[in-house]
């Protein structure tokens, strides 16, 4: 077999069989395949697709790239949430900690780093310090059943090849392709060992799906594909028209997160926080009332339970947790700037995929494989869609080690609001549950 007539075959828009998707993968994964040759057959993938035999066995062969975590407690449910990406999607810093203090579930999260223009859960969780997300599998499994909750990500035991593929995507523009995606998410969570997978899946235009039709068609594929591995999966379809809460970047979200865990923070994170962690809740015991779990959720939240979880989580980690407890400790960044508003009005459209890139050209994520994450990198979105807006009022907070790259965002940031004189309603947070 040839890579280059591989490529070529997708490239024509032929359906590849598996030994072919796996000559592909697994020769990306010892180098015998390079790069450009990936990227070129991700691309094609991107435009032409793949049908229903090819995602499967794609997921298949990621999946076995890899080992696969088996939990022994039959009386643990185990419990996972996943989200297709979107800017400022702290959710899981929340979720899990509140899940595993509920008692009532066991996370063992796998969790990838930021994509495209969307941040990555373990890229937020390593800006804590000494915070270890490279656990191994025993270890992984251990603390899982011991406290009820680990956070890591891909290694070189789980879904390798994912770990390959999704920094190579992260870079080529390949992001936005539905199969793509179904192998990235499902061969990660399938291979956790989890029964239950509730799944974020974004749209609007800071999600990699902006189209509400298509968005919906990645939920229900990722759906069938996830059931077909025995696993209970439940979508959540919700919005991705503005960015989730005021922070983004590494540590900025870290702070924002413990905020909505101590029972304040912005109240569209902690409202799609509990309705994501009630559905965890809800896929492991069918039998009691979503209404019942969200309130106990709550108080769990106000109680400071979760934040209790939270700490247990990092310290068990490695993470000096004086950080988290006085987050103020944390040196802020570099050059801090903030940027005002240049007319009245009120806000009607905000570009989330733009200022997702804004974050990573402040320092927030990567444009290359090998860049290295400014932790401290980042914006504070001030005002979200139906706000009022002065001229003269504080628009976006710009966080950086790089002055330049302040200095030239501020001059075009205020172009991804737009600024109307109508009123504009504000959008749902959660779609539709399917
Ligand atoms: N999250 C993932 O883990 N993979 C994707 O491809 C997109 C979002």
Redesign the pocket.
Known sequence: MLAYTLIEKKQQGKALTKDEIRFLVKGFLKKEIPAYQMSAFLMAVYFKGMDADEISAYIDVILHSGKRVRFTDKSAYYVDK????GVGDKISLILAPLAMASGRVRVPMI??RG?GH?GGTLDKLESIPGFRTDLSLLEFRKQTDAIGCALIGQTADLCPA?KEL?AL?DVTAT?RSIP??C???LS?KIAEGIQGLVLDVKTGNGA?IPEYAESRELASKLKYFGEAYGLSVRPVLTDMNQPLGEKIGNWLEVEESLDVLKGGGPADVRELSLVLTTQMLSLADPGSAAEQIRQDLETILDKGAAFEAFLRIAKTQGADIRYLENPERYRPAKHIMQVKAGREGTIAAIDTYQLGLDAIALGAGRTAMTDKIDPRAGLIVHKHLGDAVRKGELLVTLHSAKMKAIESLAAVIGQRFTVSGEFTSKPPIVYEIL
């Open positions: 996943h989200s297709t990406g969790s990838g994509l969307s994912d999704y995507r992001v793509l995606i192998g990235s998410i990660k990699f």
